[in-house]
């Protein structure tokens, strides 16, 4: 089974800072997608970044980044500048490729994101 | 921009009782999931449907529970008979073809508290 871990329940950075939000997972399987999605305060869950296993270059949307190691199994996120408006629950995401698109996500626990005007 | 929409936001319901949850997918959408976040928890994955049934159900999808599309845009989850442990935010998510089916947009969720 797959699992996904988040080792920070919480970080804190002061508003135009970068922070690093750390992810790591186990598989055996060699195709995947890994995400991050953020949850506000109203709890909907938001899409951040995806990055597909196959590729070797780093996903990238505007100030957030991945650090991508397929090797070490490690999945990080980077936010450059941070804003208020980052402040938010943020979860790490995979899922395995099938062909198809029934298979579920399984997530971390959380990292509680609070960021410091 | 399309978006997956839930009624209700919030449900109050007492032990033992049925409830519905629905959820609107993005329309031309082909896969359509549930899953379930106990408070201060992780999101956990319930049921994906696609082609009008199951196509993979997690162990907390147990006899309980039921999915159902009853018409070209609606997509519910029934839980026959809620325990205190079903209370949780529900969130229906949607994918689109297959081709992209790796991304998912959910809902805003549903909030379940059982009494």
């Known amino acids: 089974a797959q699992t996904v871990t988040q080792s920070q329940p919480e970080m804190s950075v002061q508003e135009a800072e970068t922070v690093t939000l750390s992810c790591t997972y186990d598989?055996?399987?060699?195709?995947?997608?890994l995400f991050w999605y953020k949850q506000p305060p109203s709890r909907q869950m938001i899409l951040v970044i995806r990055q597909e296993a196959y590729k070797q270059q780093n996903a990238t949307e505007n100030r957030f980044s991945v650090n991508f190691q397929k090797a070490a199994k490690s999945f990080s996120l980077k936010i450059s500048d941070s804003q208020l408006g980052d402040a938010a629950m943020y979860f790490c995401a995979y899922r395995v490729y099938s062909g198809g698109g029934a298979d579920g996500l399984t997530f971390g626990k959380g990292t509680h994101l609070i960021i410091q005007p | 921009e399309p978006e997956v929409t839930q009624t209700p936001s919030h449900q109050v319901t007492q032990m033992g009782q049925e409830v519905i949850l629905r959820c609107v997918p993005i329309?031309?959408?082909?896969?359509f999931y549930w899953y379930r976040q106990i408070l201060g928890q992780k999101v956990e994955f319930l049921v994906s449907f696609y082609n009008n049934e199951i196509s993979e159900k997690s162990e907390i999808f147990d006899d309980q529970f039921s999915v159902e599309r009853p018409d070209g845009s609606n997509f519910t989850l029934k839980i026959r008979s809620t325990k205190l442990e079903d209370s949780a935010m529900y969130f229906c998510?949607?994918?689109?073809?297959?081709?992209?089916?790796?991304?998912?947009?959910f809902g805003p969720g549903t909030r379940l508290t059982v009494l």
């Open positions: 329309s031309n959408h082909l896969y």
């Open positions: 598989t055996s399987e060699s195709d995947y997608y």
């Open positions: 998510a949607s994918s689109p073809d297959r081709v992209f089916a790796h991304e998912q947009f």
